[in-house]
């Protein structure tokens, strides 16, 4: 039996804790030399963390879609933040007509959310979320209203979780609790998003380390969203429910830097199939009853989170989640391969049938050796010597060019789409 496996009735509570716009190696868990995260270092030391995750998008709304619902971009029909099409002559009216056409795919994929919920859980939605209205599509509550006439796009009133206030969810939990009901909480945080703004406080301790200001308010930024994790843990430890409480992290995609404050952004990050666009460490702990591992070396996705989530509570997974459970290390390391889509930021919602439309990039990496298949050239990089990915490698290499090239359209016909 996996480490955490539900028994008997037994059903644990679940924290998915959400970072957004964050390097994949700016924690102290992942070795910062600066940045300070001790509330996530001590759920990481807890728990199973593969610092080899990656996710599926380099970009919000297609990347927390996937963890949503266990499927890729390509599958989702999510693969853009925005519609083409919201110029400044477009009316009031025809706006609302737009985002409605574009979060329409979401509310025919079943999620983990809907399943949780439809097993008993009581869920509640704040911080980010981009498909409208949070309570049709698993939630109980909700921050969010999705309402575009509102300021509703990505989060409106729930983006205030983290930044202005816990209550939320501490109301949530009280209730939770007081009933007797298993609980998720989505905290889909606004950090360290911009605007980098942290309290001074903190930007106080890194403005003379960091090597320019703007950086020292991203890092400022990132420990200001551990604050705000530890917070959300020590409630749950009052309320004597943090022994039975699942905690999953991710981040959705790179560092972007804070447009308001210029600094040393080489475009190589958010929006981007480089490492440092779509490399995250994922973990998932249950504090005494999760295996302790610490894996440099296997790889993980976002698209695992569902699937993981959902068999942790004792839940068949949808038959069309082809992620796995990150507590199988074994099927992990036999898997050994994960997949990327990157999109433009607007998708011209007519042609989401044509999984060409806005294709920046496919990527394929396989074990330590990367493929990023654009549509006019592919790039090869040796992770194991670049792990930056600088450097190309597939004028030397063109037979393992033509490998991965095969593996990715294999990739794409076994989930459903014959290319």
């Known amino acids: 039996m996996l480490a955490g496996t539900v028994v008997g009735a037994e059903r644990p509570n679940v924290v998915f804790l959400l970072s957004d716009d964050q390097g994949w190696g700016d924690y102290g868990f992942m070795g910062h030399e600066h940045v300070r995260t001790p509330n996530l270092d001590a759920l990481a030391a807890k728990g199973m963390v593969y610092e080899r995750g990656y996710v599926t998008a380099p970009l919000c709304r297609p990347s927390l879609a996937s963890m949503v619902t266990g499927l890729y971009p390509h599958e989702t029909q999510i693969r853009g933040n925005d519609p083409i099409g919201l110029g400044k002559g477009t009316s009031p009216e025809e706006k609302v007509a737009l985002r409605a056409r574009m979060t329409a795919p979401m509310l025919k994929h079943d999620s983990f959310i809907k399943q949780l919920q439809s097993h008993g859980y009581t869920t509640l ?5 981009w498909e409208g209205n949070p309570l049709d599509h698993g939630f109980d509550v909700a921050m969010t209203h999705g309402d575009p006439l509102k300021g509703g ?16 969810i501490y109301d949530f939990v009280d209730k939770a609790t007081a009933g007797d009901q298993p609980f998720f909480v989505w905290y889909g945080v606004y950090l360290p998003h911009f605007p980098h703004n ?3 406080r903190i930007f106080e301790k890194y403005r003379d380390v960091a090597p320019d200001e703007p950086t020292a308010w991203y890092w400022a930024n990132c420990e200001w969203l551990d604050e705000t994790c530890g917070e959300l843990i020590d409630y749950l430890k009052k309320k004597g429910v943090y022994e039975n ?17 210029r600094s040393r952004d080489d475009g ?5 199939p480089t490492e440092m666009g779509i490399r995250t460490p994922i973990f998932i702990t249950q504090p005494g009853k999760t295996e302790v591992l610490r894996d440099k070396t296997t790889l993980a996705s976002n698209i695992d989170i569902a699937p993981t989530i959902l068999k942790a509570c004792g839940i068949e997974v949808p038959e069309e989640m082809s992620g796995l459970d990150l507590r199988d290390t074994d099927a992990l390391k036999k898997r050994d391969r994960v997949f990327v889509e990157v999109y ?5 919602i007519d042609k989401l049938d044509d999984l060409d439309d ?33 450097n190309d490698l597939s004028k030397k290499d063109p037979e393992k060019v033509a490998r991965l090239e095969g593996i990715l359209a294999e990739w794409m016909k076994d989930t459903g789409v014959a290319r």
């Open 268 to 272: 190589r990050s958010k929006r981007k």
């Open 153 to 168: 796009r990505h989060g409106d009133v729930g983006l205030k979780i983290g930044r202005e206030t816990m209550q939320p």
């Open 245 to 261: 409480t699942i905690f999953v992290y991710t981040c959705d995609n790179g560092w972007k830097q804070d447009p308001k404050r």
């Open 358 to 390: 806005g294709l920046v990039a496919r990527v394929v990496v396989d074990g330590w050796d990367k493929l990023t298949k654009r549509p006019d050239r592919s790039e090869l990089f040796d992770l194991t010597k670049d792990l930056d990915d600088r």
């Open 198 to 200: 942290a309290p001074k």
């Open 344 to 348: 433009e930021h607007d998708s011209d």
């Open 125 to 129: 939605q704040t911080g980010k979320w």
